[in-house]
């Protein structure tokens, strides 16, 4: 589990995009698994760019984003719905019936992230999830202590990860859960790539790329899968040992 090393963020963020254009280059009906935060910015305005370029259509693909706030308004700038539409989106050819967000704002929350695991099955599974990962080591909102074997569900923020997103949310009334897929759901795409950039993710890259599987990491559950890229800048590298 050697990363690739990028001279910068904005070399790593354009090696993802160029991953995501090949893979759609090749599968033009593929399914993506997304993401949202800071560290995903550069990435799908890569992904924008190479679209405009004429290098690349969505017109087939369909993508799942890995969470959303509940019990916040879809229309809400902080909302991962409105992020994505407003990153990425309405800036590409994608039929937006067939991109996917938790419905954070759902009565039945345990019905929605049932529903959201069968959707996934129906379109025949993740061929590639692009992650973050919490400064905590979460990936997508399973924050430290979930289980191996998590699906879609409700969970409560920790309050690091609120601290850590408060900065999108103007007024700091960041909510405080979110329905995320779950470790397991993760670990069921036919491919991952991670990308961390910046000191803050060095200490949680440490842990994650340690060998082993341990709760108080949650990215570190990617040691068992067979196909997962970590894509790094310097600052978030990896101590050679851990490497
Ligand atoms: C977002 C998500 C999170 C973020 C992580 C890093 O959909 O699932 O796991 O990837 O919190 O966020 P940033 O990039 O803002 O540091």
Redesign the pocket.
Known sequence: MTPLILTDATEAAAAVADRIVSLVQSKPDAVLGL??????EPVYAAVIAAHRAGRVSFSRVSSF???EYVALPTEHPGS?RSTMNRLLFEHIDIDPARTHVPDGMANDTDAAAEAYERQILQAGGIDLQL?????NG????NEPGSRLDSRTRRVELHAE?LT??RAFFEDGGVPQQAI?MGIATILSARSIIVLATGAA?KAAINQALAGFFTPACPASALVGHPDVTWIVDPAAAPDAEAA
């Open positions: 993401a949202t935060g800071a560290t995903m984003n890995l969470d991962y992650l973050g990962i919490g400064r979460h990936i997508g909102f990860t850590a997103n995320t993710k």
